[in-house]
């Protein structure tokens, strides 16, 4: 007994196996231009690669970073700012570090707990 889907599933086979059988002929010409198209923008490609910079690691870092040296100093600078913003932040920002070692305070409470300050301990009328 077949179900529906094989139907379908056979249909699908049968016109897949048509289409892989044509063979479709471009226009005349039509291949010779995209080839040639394609040959001219590699060339143009080819001239446009830019050559390495001259010198050694430095002369090509400084002609890598925008700003030169003084961009390459920023950068440092706001690393720097950073990473100490990331090791001791000010008071009005949580502290990463700390959440992340586990250094904060930890309050231990033996005691029992007033809840009258939250309102639950009311009594219903």
């Known amino acids: ?4 889907d094989d139907d379908v599933i056979k249909a699908l086979d049968a ?3 048509e289409a892989a059988g044509e063979h ?3 226009p005349g010409g039509l291949t010779a231009r995209v080839l040639a198209d394609a ?3 590699q060339t143009g490609r080819e001239k446009a690669v830019a050559k390495p910079a001259p010198g050694g690691f430095f002369a090509r870092l400084q002609a890598v970073m925008p700003g030169g040296w003084r961009g390459a100093g920023g950068l440092v600078a706001a690393t720097c700012a950073g990473f100490w913003i990331g090791i001791s932040p000010p008071a009005a920002l949580p502290d ?3 959440a ?3 250094t904060g305070t930890v309050t231990n409470w033996d005691g029992p707990v007033d ?3 939250f309102g639950w301990a009311v009594e219903e009328e």
């Open 1 to 4: 007994m077949t179900t529906p």
């Open 15 to 17: 016109l897949l196996n």
């Open 24 to 26: 479709v002929q471009l």
């Open 39 to 41: 040959r001219g923008v």
């Open 96 to 98: 990463p570090g700390g």
């Open 100 to 102: 992340l070692f586990e």
């Open 115 to 117: 809840l009258a300050g």
